[in-house]
């Protein structure tokens, strides 16, 4: 069909191509239209905007050798034009581009495109290994049809695990037995539907990895998806898992979740029994899950911290049973050290909060300086996350990704009299935390603001994740549930993006803390919420 292309128009079209497998991105950049309104999706979600569209394509890196094998052209006005294209790869398979032109002083520019790529069978990103399922559950209980997304720190028997990095998965044996935390979703009904990646060694909160790639985020195209849960995070919001299975140091849960818009629970810590996981820092790691909704995250604790659920988790059921108070204290530390936007959308959130029919108790409080917090908290976790692994890494220098090989460095030169003192500071900080909640939730947002794009800066990523841990921590430390529940839409770069808010409660009251949450998400909107981005 190319012959009955106008000429300028096909020779645009030829010249984007070329572009697109040269990877030319001044090219690219030149050849979509410029300003807000200009449209590039596919099954990631929609870019709006051309510098959204430039921030994505930095990041994409060129596409696998191709041809166009065929060329739909349909006149929609004098200067407007579609184009349907068939890309054939060399390496097999096909892809479908449709296009929308606009002539503007005598030049062809894109003002619109869908891109459909050929089908992959595994996003590397996203998974280590996946099947369909990758293993049956039984075939009755109360998780029947859910899929489960295991981060890639569980054993699971017969698999070895990979903790993000390829020469750790090639020194590590097959494991022998299959961690609880994953056997006890099993036996709930739910099937395992793959391994899924992790930051590296789960010292990381950004998502990213320097070995397999970034996984996308869910909610917000061009974002980065958080982590260390990233692939369980993605593969829940992209509806390829029902549940992801994951740990929580620092916030590791709680992060993706608020950057992609789903539900994430950090259990009370050492309520779901750690064996076979591999440690970061074990006086903070604990066990938590990923969900879209709050129904499904609700039969997910229902069953695997109940008496009849877990057979191996020393259930706290009873208290859970008792509904916490409907009183939330808000930290004032926190609220100075959100971002802008994002505390505007939270201030808004309380204000229909305290209008509503069912108003709760609110009310602010001083937590103390979050670097009080966040200073010992690194230190310890340092000094347990080097004694864990500084075998493997002595033994294989140059093994891990520049950001975490860095964060092992400095691991390394924490001494034993200041991993003392940073515990003997924690004890008082506890207690403190702990008081809190003893009568009320504490509410606040998860993240100091949204997901930072791909493009972002090392510099501009490492301080995101220092202020997010700022925020993160008085958590981990009080050894408490914390739950980020998909509430608030600010703006981004990429568009209207997610940041979770997150509930805080006493231990043991993880249970109670779900429904908790499923209240307050349905007195601030009753109406199923919307998916930014997507």
Not at 313 to 322: A, C, K, N
Not at 474 to 490: D, E, F, K, R, Y
Request: glycine share 10%; hydrophobic share 40%.
């Amino acid at each position: 069909m190319s012959a009955e292309i106008p000429g300028a128009l096909f020779d645009a079209f030829d010249r984007y191509e070329r572009a697109v497998l040269d990877n030319d991105l001044a090219v690219l950049d030149e050849m979509f239209a410029p300003g807000p309104e200009t449209l590039r999706g596919d099954g990631a979600g929609l870019l709006v905007g051309h510098d959204a569209i430039s921030a994505f394509r930095g990041v994409r890196g060129g596409v696998p050798p191709r041809e166009i094998e065929r060329i739909e052209y349909r006149p929609l006005g004098d200067d407007l034009a579609l184009l349907v294209s068939i890309s054939r790869y060399h390496g097999g398979g096909t892809g479908l581009q449709t296009q929308v032109w606009r002539r503007t002083d005598g030049r062809w520019l894109i003002a619109a495109a869908h891109v459909t790529p050929r089908a992959q069978a595994l996003d590397r990103s996203v998974w280590r290994t996946v099947g369909d399922p990758l293993f049956q559950g039984a075939w009755e209980g109360p998780l029947a049809g859910l899929t489960v997304a295991v981060k890639d720190l569980f054993a699971i028997k017969g698999y070895r695990i990979g903790a993000g990095n390829p020469a750790f998965l090639e020194s590590a044996r097959p494991e022998t037995t299959t961690a609880p935390a994953v056997a006890d979703l099993l036996r709930g009904g739910a099937s395992l539907r793959g391994i899924a990646r992790t930051d590296e060694f789960a010292y990381s909160i950004a998502g990213d990895n320097a070995h397999y790639g970034t996984p996308p985020n869910g909610a917000l195209p061009g974002a980065l998806p958080g982590g260390s849960s990233s692939g369980p995070a993605t593969a829940v919001a992209t509806g390829q898992a029902e549940i992801g299975l994951a740990t929580d140091t620092a916030g590791s849960v709680r992060v993706p979740a608020s950057y992609q818009g789903i539900w994430g629970l950090r259990t009370t810590h050492d309520l779901v029994p750690r064996q076979g996981m591999l440690p970061l820092a074990q006086s903070f790691d604990t066990v938590g899950w990923l969900t879209r909704d709050g129904d499904t995250l609700q039969r997910v604790v229902d069953w695997c911290l109940s008496y009849d659920g877990s057979a191996s988790t020393e259930s706290v059921y009873g208290e859970s049973g008792d509904d916490l108070p409907w009183r939330f204290v808000v930290p004032d530390e926190v609220m100075d050290a959100v971002e802008s936007d994002t505390r505007a959308a939270f201030d808004a959130l309380l204000a229909r909060l305290a209008a509503s029919d069912d108003p709760p108790v609110l009310r602010r409080v001083e937590i103390g300086a979050l670097d009080d917090y966040f200073e010992p908290f690194r230190t310890v976790q340092a000094a347990e996350a080097w004694r864990n692994n500084a075998e493997w890494l002595r033994a294989h220098p140059g093994a891990t990704g520049a950001a975490v090989a860095e964060r092992f460095r400095l691991a390394s030169e924490v001494t034993p009299a200041a991993e003392a003192a940073a515990r003997a500071t924690l004890e008082d900080l506890r207690a403190h935390v702990q008081d809190l909640v003893r009568d009320a939730v504490l509410l606040l947002p998860t993240a100091p603001g949204p997901a930072p794009t791909r493009t972002a800066d090392g510099a501009r990523i490492d301080a995101v994740r220092q202020a997010t841990l700022r925020m993160t921590t008085p958590a981990a430390i009080g050894g408490l549930p914390a739950l980020s529940a998909p509430l608030l839409t600010v703006r981004s770069q990429q568009g209207p993006a997610p940041v979770g808010v997150c509930l805080v409660s006493r231990s043991g009251t993880d249970i109670a803390l779900v429904r908790l949450a499923r209240r307050l998400a349905r007195v601030v909107d009753p109406s199923p919420p919307s998916r930014p981005g997507r």
